[in-house]
Nanobody, 125 residues
Framework: QVQLVESGGGLVQAGGSLRLSCAAS????????MGWFRQAPGKERAFVAH????????YYADSVKGRFTISRDNANNTVYLQMNSLKPEDTAVYSC??????????????????WGQGTQVTVSS
């Protein structure tokens, strides 16, 4: 089992920045590739970013490319999502997730084995 706890969400004005953290406990964190997803009210869960288990490769949704950066600190069992130039359409609950097999389907929720409870990000215009 892997337990994931997100933090860092909040209310920010458009153009501002937030950094989300996802702290992992349980099994060896460095064995898992990590993803961030978000879900806005009335919408399906959407892929945001993914980082492989050693952090050598990262992937982003087109909507956040150039504004968001995913990173990880395996020594401290934490994955981060730095969000800059935030827009009102970034408003959502953001969740981190862990998957063990470095899947090519990283942009889909299905391959992920463990999920955090989510943290709310609200961007005002």
């Amino acid at each position: 089992q892997v337990q994931l706890v997100e933090s860092g969400g909040g209310l920010v004005q458009a153009g501002g920045s937030l950094r989300l953290s996802c702290a992992a406990s349980g099994r060896t964190f460095s064995d898992y590739s990590m993803g961030w997803f978000r879900q806005a009210p009335g919408k399906e869960r959407a892929f945001v970013a993914h980082i492989t288990w050693r952090g050598r490769r990262t992937y982003y949704a087109d909507s956040v490319k150039g504004r968001f950066t995913i990173s990880r600190d395996n020594a401290n069992n934490t994955v981060y999502l730095q969000m800059n130039s935030l827009k009102p359409e970034d408003t959502a609950v953001y969740s981190c997730a862990a998957e063990k097999y470095d899947t090519i389907w990283y942009f889909r929720p299905d391959p992920y084995d463990y999920w955090g409870q989510g943290t709310q990000v609200t961007v005002s215009s």
